[in-house]
C-alpha cells in the first residue's frame, strides 16, 4: 500500500534555531501534500496544503514565514519550523493523496522547542 | 468552508457492549467520508470511510451509516475490545480536484473500553 515516510519522529531544538521536517511519498508520486499541526488531546489542525512545484496555501492565521513549506518533487515535501518558540512545540504530520479519495499519513514529528 | 463536528468527546464502553459516535458536516459537496483510529503518539489509521452514493458499510465489527439530507455520518463498533480504546477521527472532503483537496475533521472522541 501507500507509505509515506516522515523524519525525524523527534526533534528538540532551542528557542531561535530552525528545524526542518520531511515527508516522502515511498512507493507512489504525491502531487499535494497537507501539513497538519496536533495539540495533545486535540483534532489535527490543517496548517497549509503542498503542491509540487508551486507555491503552498497556508489555512488561515498560520504564518507562512513561519512554516516554511517546499514541495520540489513528486515525492517530498518539507516543512521548516523557523525561528523556533516553546509555543511551536506540537506533534506535526503530513499527508499525501494517493488517488481518489486515497490519504495517507506520515508518522508524526513531535518537536520540543527548549 | 467545510465544518465537521464530532460527539461524544469522550465515550467509555463495557467490553463487548457497541459504541456508536456521530458526525455532522455543513458543505453538502462533501462526498467522501473517512474515520481514523489514532493511538497515542501514533499516526491516524484509516479504519473505514465511505462515499456519499453509498448509505452504510460494514467491515467485520465496524459500520458507518451516512445519511446526505441530514448531512451526517455514524460509526459503530460492535463487540468492543480494549484495544479498541483510542481516538477516533472523522472526517469531510469534497470531491477530490485535480490538485487534490483538503480533508476537514471532527473534534475527536476519545474511546475507552473497560476490560
Known amino acids: 500500500g501507500a507509505v509515506v515516510s516522515q523524519h525525524p519522529s523527534r526533534v528538540i531544538c532551542k528557542s531561535g534555531t530552525s528545524v526542518k521536517i520531511e515527508c516522502r511519498s515511498l512507493?507512489?508520486?504525491?502531487?499535494?501534500m497537507f501539513w497538519y499541526r496536533q495539540f495533545p488531546k486535540k483534532s489535527l489542525m490543517l496548517m497549509a496544503t503542498?503542491?509540487?512545484?508551486?507555491?503552498?496555501?497556508?489555512e488561515q492565521g498560520v504564518e507562512k514565514d513561519k512554516f516554511l513549506i517546499n514541495h520540489a518533487s513528486l515525492t517530498l515535501s518539507t516543512l521548516t519550523v523557523t525561528s523556533a518558540h516553546p509555543e511551536d512545540s506540537s506533534f506535526y504530520i503530513c499527508s499525501a493523496t494517493t488517488g481518489v479519495y486515497g490519504y495517507t499519513f506520515g508518522s508524526g514529528t513531535r518537536l520540543t522547542v527548549v | 468552508g467545510e465544518n465537521v463536528e464530532q460527539h461524544p468527546s469522550t465515550l467509555s464502553v463495557q467490553e463487548g457492549d457497541s459504541a456508536v459516535i456521530k458526525c455532522t458536516y455543513s458543505?453538502?459537496?462533501?462526498?467522501?467520508f473517512p474515520w481514523y483510529k489514532q493511538e497515542l503518539g501514533k499516526r491516524p489509521q484509516l479504519i473505514i470511510d465511505i462515499r456519499s452514493n453509498v448509505g452504510e458499510k460494514k467491515d467485520q465489527r465496524i459500520a458507518v451509516t451516512l445519511n446526505k439530507t441530514a448531512k451526517h455520518f455514524s460509526l459503530h463498533i460492535t463487540e468492543t475490545q480494549p484495544e479498541d480504546s483510542a481516538v477516533y477521527f472523522c472526517a469531510a472532503t469534497p470531491p477530490l480536484k485535480a490538485a487534490g483537496n483538503k480533508l476537514t475533521f471532527g473534534g475527536g472522541t476519545r474511546v475507552l473500553v473497560k476490560p
Open positions: 458543505d453538502s459537496a462533501s462526498n467522501y
Open positions: 512507493d507512489f508520486q504525491a502531487t499535494t
Open positions: 503542498s503542491n509540487e512545484g508551486s507555491k503552498a496555501t497556508y
